[in-house]
């Protein structure tokens, strides 16, 4: 019933959905409810330890025995400045005489870690059937081994450029990402965030310049987005917003709260909140320091001044230094479970493709 299957043959899947890795805000549960409505499910690795990503796993291979997908960063990691993270902190110094925090209190290195030895060996242990990649892929040797554990290779593109890097590098299937999508910019190639294309421009334009199967990203959070994707070449979908009010979701009561008022202007990219651009519902330091911040330290440094503020905060119900990323169909988002909403998605896109087919 759905026009492309090569995305259903890859994965050995459902339906043509793949439940998008959030960092923080989701673990197994959501992906055993995304697995059982016939998904793709997916869990971010990038601030997880191998056994907190092998626990993980495992709680998710006693639930189901679906095909799964493990997402790892590819950034380049760079040395921390001492001198330009004190004076981000003397930047953030009001919140923090607001909020009572000690600004001499030792930080917590915000962990967001690239893909590495130990990470390719957990890789090599579990199997994961799909590897998904963010700000590129790892270095060829890595990438080698990965391939010859027998995992299925996918990656991000932000602009047509990256998606045929990519499949030149042998991924096995490029995910679209238009500007339009929440969390961090997968771009790797371009630093130009003012260029970033939304979704609809990109799509086409990547389906015309790659032979693999392309996954449309962005915007996407009903069934009108998903056939929509598809006349336009996609072969399947990633969805995160569309999960985040789900019960399963991590999200905080503050956070959950921002989320339901959101609407089709309440989210920006920003690099105040990490380091690196990424779209997220707008809050207080957004809108105060940013959105974007020249001083801010690089990816992931930005973040650790922040944890403090961000605790003091949601500890008095207010989002004002929270990380929510969201797409900008945060709107169209819904309380329901992982599995429902999964489902109703598919059901929709049916519906409104065998429409658009008569």
Known sequence: MWPDRRLLDLFKIGIPI???PMVGVQDADIMIGAARAGALPSLACASLSPEKARAQVGIVRQAVSTPINLNFFCHHAVDADPQREAGW??????YYKEYNVDPDKPLAFANRAPFDEAMCELVEELKPEVVSFHFGLPAPALLARVKAAGCIV???????????WLEERGVDAVIAQGAEAGG???MFLTDRIAEQPGLFALLPQVVDAVRVPVIAAGGIAD????????????????????????PESKVSAPGRVALARAGDDSTVITNVMTGRPARGVVNRVMREVGPIAPEAPPFPYAATALAPLKAAAEAQGRVDFTMLWAGQAVGLGRDMSAADMTRALAGAALARLSQLAR
């Not at 902190?89 to 009001?94: F, H, I, P, V």
């Not at 996918?154 to 045929?164: D, G, K, L, N």
């Not at 998903?226 to 985040?244: E, M, R």
């Open 89 to 94: 902190k003397q930047r953030l110094g009001e």
């Open 18 to 20: 793949v439940q998008a």
């Open 154 to 164: 996918i990656a991000s593109a932000t602009i047509v450029r990256e998606a045929i």
């Open 223 to 246: 069934g009108r987005g998903i056939a929509a994707a598809f006349a336009l070449g996609a072969a399947g979908v990633q969805i995160g917003t569309a999960y985040l009010r789900c």
């Open 184 to 186: 961090h910019r997968g």
